[in-house]
């Protein structure tokens, strides 16, 4: 399929606007913020795609996806960017990278979104008195993050930096609010992907230097970014500056302070306990979360880990395995599956066939990228 169904611009008829009525085009400065009054006035049938989306029946977009294209039902050039977009971000998440990087690499020339096709102005005749790039940013964001999955860090990294200083510059363009608050939003996206790239290769001072940006960009006040540069100090070996940024979150906790703030608290505090591997009082912590928050998978988890390192696999395993069978749609990822896992393999002589039929319940209930190889059958 060649530039994914994108007509070619220049085979489009001239743009014939006059001066005068040129004063009345509309400038779009992001997809997301053009005329249209509902997601399937936006692009055929993209609220469908959007619970499809929701619910990760990945399978079912690319089958919507491969319909729509089959059947010529896509009219516009940007209805054939918001396909691509659904059917690169489902192949991602199917596990499926190279398949997902051949079809942007058939639509892109390098790296380039700003060549003619991607522009309203381009096609007068489908867009009358508009401009603007039409690339939806969840498409940047693949394009940035691919690389990461095929094992290409470094170019996954500078295609994020690159992201970052557009996104910048967006911000600076804009003058209403709501635009920027979504620059904002993005920018904090990034920010917190090229963290996590950062960390996962032990950069810690890279690390501290981003979160730094990112405080300037949500404020010295929030509790995530806070606990995040508390987590990274840490690892890192500074304790005592990890205990500052902690108690600085706890000391915004009032009477009335919700229940996510208060079991962030709970989960930092647990987190100094275990590095001084005093395991009981962390699983105090993370029983008080789970008292306040039935369905914090992180507390489970850990509170399993916990419990696990205390010798008490029993109660380990009954954590776990309670936490799949109450809220299975919440506790189902991967990292609390390969746990489970290891502590039947830790516990008992026959853990072979338990694995088997966790896995078989599994493949009922799992969306359809939930990795099934986490098992280890």
Request: with cysteine.
């Amino acid at each position: 399929m060649d530039t994914a169904g994108l007509p070619d611009p220049n085979s489009s008829q001239p743009d014939t606007t006059t001066a005068a009525s040129a004063d009345t085009t509309t400038a779009i400065d992001d997809p997301l913020n053009n005329p249209y009054t509902s997601l399937n006035a936006i692009c055929h049938e993209l609220s469908d795609l959007q619970d499809l989306a929701t619910r990760g029946a990945w399978k079912s977009i690319l089958d919507k996806v491969g319909h729509a294209r089959s059947l010529n039902l896509l009219t516009k050039p940007h209805e054939h960017l918001t396909y691509l977009t659904f059917n690169v971000l489902a192949l991602t998440k199917l596990r499926r990278p190279v398949d997902a990087n051949q079809e942007l690499e058939t639509l892109l020339d390098g790296e380039d979104f700003n060549t003619p096709q991607f522009y309203y102005q381009n096609y007068p005749n489908h867009y009358p008195n508009m401009k603007g790039n039409f690339v939806p940013f969840a498409l940047r964001w693949l394009h940035a993050y691919l690389p990461y999955s095929l094992a290409q860090r470094m170019k996954s990294l500078d295609r994020l930096y690159t992201l970052i200083d557009f996104i910048r510059s967006k911000k600076l363009k804009v003058s209403t609010n709501p635009s920027k608050d979504l620059w904002k939003r993005r920018e904090i996206l990034v920010l917190n992907t090229i963290i996590s790239h950062h960390l996962s290769q032990k950069d810690f001072k890279l690390c501290l230097g981003l979160l730094n940006e990112l405080i300037g960009i949500c404020g010295d006040d929030d509790p995530n970014v806070l606990s995040k540069l508390g987590y990274v100090k840490m690892q890192y070996g500074d304790v005592e500056g990890a205990k500052k940024a902690f108690s600085t979150v706890e000391g915004m906790i009032g009477s009335e302070s919700e229940v996510g703030l208060r079991n962030l608290v709970s989960r930092s505090k647990a987190l100094m306990y275990i590095v001084e591997k005093d395991y009981v009082s962390a699983v105090r912590e993370y029983e008080e979360c789970i008292e306040r928050d039935g369905m914090d998978m992180v507390a489970m988890n850990n509170k399993a880990l916990c419990l696990m390192y205390s010798r008490d696999l029993s109660d380990a395993i009954k954590v776990l395995e309670n936490a799949l069978e109450r809220v299975p749609t919440v506790a189902l990822n991967e990292s609390l599956v390969v746990n489970l896992c290891s502590m039947y393999e830790l516990a008992y002589v026959n853990h072979a066939d338990i694995k088997k039929t966790l896995n078989n319940w599994i493949a009922r209930v799992a969306p359809d990228d939930f990795d099934s190889s986490c098992t280890r059958t």
